[in-house]
């Protein structure tokens, strides 16, 4: 049967069920229930805003965004939001699908935490990040009304300890390769979790360059 939430039609394609059952199985309840709000957050912005989305891409996206923080799909060295892209791209390959929305996906998940750029890009990539910025900072929170709001959650609850919980799947996800979070903003999440973690200075990197000036 055909699954709608808040007036969004969830994809229910062979791929898109294949992802639902894949990250079900890999997420725990919280990044699952995240995943799926993200999808549902996106697709009402790209509502809000007018854009002419492609409703599949944006659930892949949407699914696959924080996959790199499971120790499945989590790399020794890579930021987690490029181990999840590569999980996406590889899913999306075994399927497939053609070249150019393969790339909008892994550029939507790859992005999702550079703020300011994803915006401007295509819908896929920019609507994934909004998602993104909803469930997690509450970015456009009251663009949103409170019947969506209401009925989103009530199929993907956010747990009493969302917001405390999220920061530590990804501190958790990323606590074995700190240097990957030079330059965004999971250095923050170290930052508050790790004591012993210590931030990458750019201009130190400049200053101690091998250029003699």
Not at 2 to 15: F, L, Q
Not at 26 to 37: F, G, I, P
Not at 120 to 147: C, K, Q, W
Request: with cysteine; glycine share 6%; proline share 4%.
């Amino acid at each position: 049967m055909t699954e709608i939430v808040a007036g969004v039609r969830v994809p229910d394609s062979a791929i898109a069920r294949a992802a639902t059952q894949l990250v079900r199985d890999t997420e725990d309840d919280l990044l699952y229930n995240h995943s799926r709000r993200v999808f549902f957050w996106a697709a009402l912005t790209g509502e809000r805003r007018g854009l002419d989305y492609d409703a599949e891409l944006l659930y892949l996206g949407a699914m696959f965004h924080d996959m790199g923080l499971t120790e499945r799909y989590s790399s020794p060295n890579l930021r987690f939001e490029v181990d999840g892209a590569n999980a996406a791209r590889d899913f999306m390959k075994s399927y497939g699908v053609a070249e150019r929305d393969i790339e909008d996906v892994w550029t939507a998940i790859a992005l999702h935490t550079t703020p300011g750029i994803p915006e401007h890009m295509r819908p896929t990539i920019a609507l994934v990040t909004a998602g993104v910025e909803m469930d997690v900072l509450g970015i456009n929170y009251h663009a949103f009304s409170h019947e969506h709001r209401h009925e989103v959650c009530a199929c993907h609850p956010r747990e009493a300890n969302f917001k405390e919980n999220i920061i530590d799947h990804f501190a958790e996800g990323i606590k074995k390769k700190p240097e990957t979070t030079f330059g965004n903003v999971k250095a923050d999440v170290l930052a508050l979790k790790d004591p012993n973690f210590k931030r990458i200075n750019f201009c130190s990197i400049i200053l101690g360059s091998a250029w003699p000036a």
